[in-house]
């Protein structure tokens, strides 16, 4: 009696594993059988976390090919709302002048945060002078009225030296110089125009490195992949200097220059399966992927909020 028992038991052991065994396999026969192409454009500050998720959903699914294109938060806004992609990446929320566009493409969308990101204010490494600016002296610097009233270090702090500053920054199409120029100059206000601008992050970093009286800034984890080509000057809001660091922004301690990031799903979530499993998958892998391209992950709540906001979308 006692050996039936224990050679039934055995059966259904083994029974749950073959079962376990069939669906792991169903799953990954599943994600090998999709196929198709998924657009995705947008942020430069997204690009790094959208591609590394990319990269991973290529070996899960061969036959998908996902390419990311870099065109600026505004530009991926557009070919997004013309329906030229499935995914917008984007460093700021949609604005209504280009919701109205989505709108009248009869394009439905969603808003999903992926990570947190710091915009990093640079300076050249032989710079010994700046050991941190306010947020009021960022201000004095980028506001459109300093154009033709600010020109040297020396008008931003006594005792720093009479060179002029040269400044870089992301172009007016990118999502991170909108929430700075908000953030910083004021909303609606916009920045001075004189500045090196460029929707391509490297071409940035490569202006400061190589220029002493260059001052600049862009996401943290460009910052981090060239740190040591350039000096990291920490912001003061009026509670002392902060850097920004993945303690200090998923605080919000360094403040006014952390923010969340994005990336917007069209309506071709719901109709295409590819579409639908690459965001499925980018939700439920950020977390162990967004760290390592140098960005801050949101919380286990906080992905799981966002995976149940695309699961009611795609109903």
Known sequence: MIKQKILNFKIVILSLILIGCSSNSNNTNNSSALSGDIKIDGSSTVYPV???????FRVVAPNVRVTVGVSGTGGGFQKFSRGETNISNASRPIKDKEAK???????????LSVAYDGLAVIINPENDWVD??????????????AQNNIKYWSQIREGW???EIHLFGPGTASGTYDYFAEVICGKKV????????????????QGVATDKYGLGFFGLA????NKEKLKLVGVDNGSGSVLPSMQTVS???YAPLSRPIFIYANNS??????????ISFYLKNAKNLVADVGYIPLTDEEYGFEIEKFNEFIK
């Not at 566009?101 to 808003?111: A, R």
């Not at 090196?196 to 490297?202: G, I, M, P, Q, R």
């Not at 460009?222 to 992949?225: A, I, K, L, M």
């Open 132 to 145: 941190y600016l306010t947020v009021d002296e960022l201000s004095k610097i980028w506001h459109p009225d």
């Open 50 to 56: 959208t591609e590394a998720v990319a990269e991973e």
């Open 222 to 225: 460009y910052y981090e992949e």
């Open 251 to 253: 605080s919000r301690t």
């Open 101 to 111: 566009v989505c709108d009248e493409n009869n394009i439905s969308y969603l808003e």
């Open 161 to 163: 030296p009479n060179e």
């Open 190 to 205: 916009g920045t001075r125009g004189d500045y090196t601008a460029s929707e391509d992050d490297h071409v940035l970093v």
């Open 269 to 278: 979530a719901k109709e295409r399966e590819e579409v639908k499993e690459f």
